[in-house]
């Protein structure tokens, strides 16, 4: 059979239509978002709420939002570089990091709604399955469903644990444990021992150890920051421990401190001083006078 160039005429191009622009940017996921979004004719102007989980290569950003015509809506945010509030000092992206920052978004949005005192969620953290019910004769339990966004969902990402730290915080998200650290696919077994390990940072405790017993210059170069903010490979479970204690102590969010300019310094500036009226009038004045000296001199 011949080969038959497929010749796109004017037809074709004046019935094509563009995607959407967050798709041609590779933002967006349409296909896993109508499912998101979509909210039953029967509950009305009823929120569906997302629990939205994004990594970038210094933070983690969870945020609780629900969807309207005009924009997404966010209720509730919460960072890892809130963490260092909380005495997590360095390691903000890793899975303990998420665990915590889940966490402290469960505590905030639940405290929002004055449900922080009903529904406490998981207090003693042993990695196994837990999810919220609700408690009858009160308010239902705060719904809301994972959002990845682009994400690759692969057994034991980090994703999970922003996850996980939310429902043990207090907040119902349906979900199952195929795709938390310790599930094998093979035997189709669970360990929860594998789990909490994770929620606490030993495996990285475990990485530490091992790092510098057998390349200590390596072990320098990667874990600097660890080594400069005095965290040692031991100390980390208790650091957990006690950062978990403190996020449900207090989660409501800090204000950061404006840094005070030290006597003495100049401020480096890239434009000029905007000048007064007095200012302005006088430099006018003096290109007058200096424009009839000019003139002066050549009548000369």
Same mark, same amino acid.
């Given at each position: 059979?011949?080969?038959?160039?497929?010749?796109?005429?004017?037809?074709?191009?004046?019935?094509?239509?563009?995607?959407?622009?967050?798709?041609?940017? #590779?933002?967006?996921?349409?296909?896993a978002? /109508? &499912?998101?979004?979509?909210? *039953?004719?029967?509950?009305? %102007?009823?929120?569906?709420?997302r629990?939205?989980?994004?990594?970038?290569?210094?933070?983690?950003?969870?945020?609780?939002?629900?969807?309207?015509?005009?924009?997404?809506?966010?209720?509730?945010?919460?960072?890892?570089?809130?963490l260092?509030?909380?005495g997590?000092?360095?390691?903000?992206?890793?899975?303990?990091?998420?665990?915590?920052?889940?966490?402290?978004?469960?505590?905030?949005i639940?405290?929002?709604?004055?449900?922080?005192?009903?529904?406490?969620?998981?207090?003693?953290?042993?990695?196994?399955?837990?999810?919220?019910?609700?408690?009858?004769?009160?308010?239902?339990?705060?719904?809301?469903?994972?959002?990845?966004?682009?994400?690759?969902?692969?057994?034991?990402?980090?994703?999970?644990?922003?996850?996980?730290?939310?429902?043990?915080? #207090?907040?119902?998200?349906?979900?199952?444990? /195929? &795709?938390?650290?310790?599930? *094998?696919?093979?035997?189709? %077994?669970?360990?929860?021992?594998?789990?909490?390990?994770?929620?606490?940072?030993?495996?990285?405790?475990?990485y530490?150890?091992?790092?510098?017993?057998?390349?200590?210059?390596?072990y320098?170069?990667?874990?600097?920051?660890?080594?400069?903010?005095?965290?040692s490979?031991?100390?980390?479970?208790?650091?957990?421990k006690?950062?978990?204690?403190?996020?449900?102590?207090?989660?409501?969010?800090?204000?950061?401190?404006?840094k005070?300019?030290?006597?003495?310094?100049?401020?480096?500036?890239?434009?000029?001083?905007?000048?007064?009226?007095?200012?302005?009038?006088?430099?006018?004045?003096?290109?007058?006078?200096?424009?009839?000296?000019?003139?002066?001199?050549?009548?000369?």
């Open positions: 059979m011949p080969f038959i160039k497929v010749v796109k005429n004017k037809a074709y191009f004046k019935r094509y239509q563009v995607k959407f622009k967050r798709r041609r940017e #590779g933002k967006t996921d349409y296909y978002r /109508k &499912r998101l979004v979509v909210q *039953d004719k029967n509950k009305y %102007n009823t929120p569906k709420y629990m939205i989980v994004r990594f970038t290569n210094k933070d983690i950003i969870v945020q609780i939002a629900y969807a309207r015509i005009e924009g997404d809506v966010v209720v509730a945010a919460a960072y890892s570089h809130e260092p509030n909380y997590i000092k360095c390691g903000l992206t890793n899975y303990a990091a998420a665990y915590c920052t889940g966490l402290l978004l469960a505590r905030r639940l405290q929002k709604f004055n449900l922080d005192s009903i529904y406490e969620g998981q207090t003693e953290i042993d990695g196994d399955e837990y999810s919220v019910k609700d408690v009858p004769g009160q308010p239902g339990a705060f719904r809301a469903y994972l959002d990845v966004g682009l994400a690759r969902t692969t057994t034991g990402a980090r994703v999970f644990g922003a996850l996980k730290g939310a429902v043990d915080g #207090g907040i119902d998200i349906p979900h199952s444990m /195929k &795709r938390f650290p310790g599930y *094998d696919n093979e035997s189709k %077994n669970f360990s929860a021992e594998v789990h909490r390990k994770h929620i606490f940072g030993l495996h990285v405790s475990e530490m150890k091992m790092l510098e017993e057998d390349n200590e210059d390596a320098k170069r990667q874990f600097g920051q660890f080594i400069a903010k005095g965290v490979p031991d100390s980390f479970e208790s650091l957990y006690n950062a978990h204690a403190a996020i449900r102590a207090d989660p409501t969010p800090k204000k950061a401190e404006k005070k300019k030290e006597e003495g310094t100049k401020v480096k500036r890239w434009n000029r001083r905007k000048m007064t009226s007095a200012q302005r009038k006088d430099r006018v004045k003096q290109r007058k006078e200096a424009y009839l000296k000019t003139l002066n001199k050549e009548d000369e």
